[in-house]
């Protein structure tokens, strides 16, 4: 596992919010353990938590959508997936502390919603969700957006919160942009940002996917499994509205380097009129 995770906070000034309010940004759990993540959740306090995908692991066999629709590229997706195997072994033979388990998802979850209100999206590694994981959601409050969005009411803000999941929906996508109000986009995929979302009426969109470039030279992420090479979006702040967390686990048998694990908080200002 890579060393203890660490606290990024960001301040955000945007037109639309009314009173100030924290946010914090968690993603890319990957059921492993993260006592440490939830630690300094709980010391932050916020007063709303947004989850950004990849909670679980539920891949399936990686060729097919939750539509049941085959994806294209299959035969790559089973390259990856035969060395996402050879790194699951290499992780169980010199690495057993870092294996996934779903109890740990299940603890993270439960113990954050007692801290604030919880909205978690859908990453690349939930395809296929099990009943059990929209009871534990549904048990403790969680809201589950997957191509969907909801009202939220956070210190006197009226917020539309959307999550635009790995299959991504378009036609809800536009829909969701044209709602009345501060809109917040939960979107595990920050290269969605310049492809489906850069053009709209959006007011912060937050994401992860990319573990921060997994090693990090000069202040720049090093691999992303789909951005490839030295990412744009690897983490930190873009157009003063995308925010990009590094991740909270460890997936790969290669260690993180200069690249700590990290629980994002946004403190969100009201913007003065100039």
Known sequence: MSKKAVLTEYTLSLPKIKKPFDLALVSDLHERRSD???????????????????????????????SGRVKRGSALRFAIKAAAYFNYFMIHTFSKKNLPKTE??????????????????LGNHEYELEDED???????????LDNADCCANVKGDLLRIGGLS?????????????????????????????SMVSELDIDLVLAGHNHGGQIRLFGHGVLSS?????PRYDSGVFDDRLVVSAGCSNTVALPRLFNPRELVVIHLNPKEAT
């Open 36 to 66: 440490d993540i939830l630690m300094l959740l709980k010391k932050a306090n916020p007063d709303l938590i947004a989850i950004a995908g990849d909670t679980f692991e539920r891949v399936g066999d990686g060729s097919t959508d939750r």
């Open 104 to 121: 740990n998802a299940y603890s993270f979850l439960t113990e954050a919603a007692k801290l604030a209100p919880v909205y978690l999206s």
């Open 134 to 144: 929209i009871r534990t959601l549904e048990n403790n409050g969680i809201v589950l």
């Open 166 to 194: 790995s299959d991504p929906d378009g036609e809800w996508l536009e829909r969701f942009s044209q709602s009345v109000g501060f809109k917040l986009l939960l979107c595990h995929h920050p290269e969605y940002y310049d």
């Open 226 to 230: 789909r951005s490839g090479l030295f």
